[in-house]
């Protein structure tokens, strides 16, 4: 063994994250998870491996193809779960006895997909989801929208725009269309017109036996832009059969974005979007995605909606309700590098003990514990002796606030690496001028 | 599809967290990355899957037996990782040109393996893994062992007991009996000492071929035990070589012992046991484990060590230092229940605003953003206009510490849940008079 015989390599796909980049990770996932305490959602975890049965037939014929599914030793099919919404759906149909809703829950962790990779796509991804359960007034669905505004206000990532439409337009579009069964296919065509365009879409909505008069009426619902959220409302009013489901969910939307912005949203943020669908099967009213003003090209990386019955497929329990999903590793991949993520990404400024040969390392220790215990900074002790210079570059490198080096058993000299300034004093005495100043700004 | 045909399960060995203890699981999981960061380690992540061939045959035969590994669908050998250990070691080698030592890293994450579930045990589970990498001086022990004291004190789950040892001692014990080239037969057998007893694992000692009259001198080493941790190590000193590795290993221990004193560790909760072996082949100096005092029958939850060379296999450049990995999935599952994990494990209180179908919705949402923008509080409003006594009865359940009920579109009725004292009051006026009761004891 050893000697290098190995190729230190990470699968195609899947990449480490190296402290420049974790620490805001772990900056914004802090505040996300904050961000839906404050709104009561109490969190839940679920395993990353589930039975394949669970999973299997959920997301489409996609995700079965991009599903790290395989035999384990005790000959279970397994697989890793690729979103967090149909594992919730299990756990909420397993745990009905213990959990009674209406429930808020919040479900962090990674998924796993194998589709190609590229940027802001990964192959292992984190999600942040979050779901109200067991409710279907539309009250849940502007709190939905209103707490994932909140949560990207507050990690300061540049501003997001939340487009957001209901199924019930395009259901009663198509009903009127005599097109009631062909939900699904035309939905899943739809949700592709970004991508593919609209030519591609008219035929493929052709296969799917939509003729192509009720085509172009469904994509011209779909075009539909105006200066602002009411007119394209009104604009698609006109369209849609008066008192019918369309029109129901164009109420519905108006009473949604009355709700987001007394509610503390910010309007200026929400678009109605009558072409965003939303692939999957089971949402039945609202449906949004988000994208960052800065990086629209990576996708939606907020996407959710209202469901009639999350867990049909596990209990006769009927579980309606509404939720978003967040993708945290998209966000970071689409900013890393584009200097969004700003600051150190710290809770705390950073000092630096610096230890010297002839040094007590007892007291070079004991003065690190007495300045962390303070509580208001980030304390290490230079890991070795080695020259002074060496531990004065490695400090300015790390962004040390200050760095604090022994005069003598009693006296430390505190260097300021804002301003330059050095100040001697008694060992004793640095915790409580490093807690004063730690008020005060910089410089 | 629908109907429930599809049984709710999770696989053996995983489980699902339910919220209450989930709020613990989040609560100690800051406390520990939070301790990790004041101590200026820095996070790093690396992927649960890697090639199979990085991860096989670095914890031996039993970890290769356990490991979930499978083909992809790209026909990659892969497996999950089952300890944070070796991606740290391959992560190193791979990044050395980006990242300089001397380095604190921290990586939490999941890690697998197939083993026998039994109580505090999972085939899924959390660890917390934190190194230095790049430096052999004492002072990184020390730290190592202070800083997840600290942990464990901050995140109040009662008293633990650090195990220390160092691997000189027993490797200088075997080249006094001619034994050198057996350390590694020898540290094995002796890591089970605890669960098979001593005759078994002389049995193994013979059959590693340790003579009858050595394996009764190891054995009896291993078994010295003194009130003090001075006496143990006077008491093993001198029944090793004066000067040797084993006595340079003791003094090693003084040392360290001194600087967790000095370093502002508890002595009382570190006691030398010259048996604490640790399976693993690559450490070299201090090794230490660590038990719970209410729980130590689930084992060490919190273990590690020195090592001379990480990432031998996927390097030729040489990294030493010294790390620790806390097991939270087994501390959670040793203390679940037991009263141990206490609190509502909230950051902040809760409101909770109810909703009757004559309210103005947008005055509740309007009132909730509002008191939880004083951040004293997280805030949930009803999510639906069902009875106001079921509400009441949710909210005492959620653990509220006030709920607030419109009287009318301008007052509110302000419920202290824990006097049962009512206040009426305009609206806006709550968000000004929680805040100032915020900073207030209960009742």
């Known amino acids: 063994m050893g000697g290098g015989t190995i190729e230190p390599r990470t699968l195609r796909g899947f990449a480490d994250t190296l402290p420049a980049l974790a620490v805001h990770r772990r900056r914004l996932l802090r505040v996300v998870e904050d961000t839906f305490a404050s709104f009561g959602y109490d969190p839940i975890q679920t395993p990353a491996l589930e039975y394949a049965e669970i999973l299997r037939g959920k997301g489409g014929a996609e995700s079965d193809k991009q599903m790290f599914e395989f035999d384990d030793a005790g000959g279970r099919r397994v697989a890793l779960r690729f979103d967090l919404t149909v594992p919730l759906a299990r756990f909420a149909a397993q745990h009905q006895a213990e959990l009674r809703p209406p429930l808020r829950l919040y479900n962090i962790g990674y998924a796993w997909r194998g589709e190609r990779p590229q940027r802001g796509r990964y192959r292992e991804f984190l999600q942040c989801d979050a779901d109200v359960i067991g409710e279907t007034g539309v009250t849940a669905d502007a709190e939905i929208l209103v707490m994932f505004q909140t949560a990207f206000r507050r990690m300061d990532v540049g501003g997001v725009l939340q487009r957001v439409n209901d199924r019930r337009i395009l259901n009663g579009l198509l ?24 030519a591609t879409v008219r035929d493929e909505l052709a296969d799917a036996g939509v003729p192509g008069g009720a085509a172009d009426r469904v994509l011209e619902v779909v075009a539909t832009r105006r200066e602002t959220n009411e007119a394209t409302l009104s604009a698609v009013e006109a369209m849609v059969t008066p008192g019918g489901e369309a029109a129901r969910g164009l109420d519905g939307l108006r009473e949604l974005l009355d709700l987001v912005g007394a509610g503390g949203g910010d309007l200026g943020a929400v678009r109605f979007d009558p072409s965003i669908a939303r692939g999957l099967d089971y949402y039945t009213g609202t449906v949004f995605e988000t994208t960052l003003l800065s990086a629209p090209e990576v996708g939606s990386v907020c996407s959710g909606g209202r469901y009639d019955d999350l867990a049909s497929l596990y209990t006769t329990t ?9 993708g ?29 040969r002839s040094d007590p390392v007892g007291t070079l ?9 303070t509580g208001a900074y980030d304390v290490e002790v230079y890991p070795g002796a080695v020259r002074h210079g060496t531990q004065m570059r490695y400090a300015d490198a790390r962004g040390a606030r200050y760095v604090l080096t022994l005069d003598d058993p009693e006296s430390v000299s505190v260097k300021d690496m804002a301003s330059g300034e050095r ?4 060992v004793a005495d640095v915790p409580a001028l490093l807690a004063k100043a730690a008020g005060e700004p910089a410089g």
């Open 175 to 198: 009903a009127d269309l005599g097109l009631a069964g062909s939900a699904v296919p035309v939905l899943r065509a739809l949700d592709k017109l970004d991508k593919v365009g609209r």
């Open 318 to 326: 009927r579980l309606p309700g509404v939720g978003g999903s967040l």
């Open 328 to 356: 945290l590793s998209r966000i970071l991949g689409a900013l890393e590098g584009t200097g969004a993520l700003r600051g150190s990404g710290r809770d705390r400024e950073l000092v630096v003990v610096t230890q010297a």
């Open 365 to 373: 220790l004991g003065l690190a514990a007495a300045v962390r215990a």
């Open 423 to 426: 100040t001697s004093l008694p």
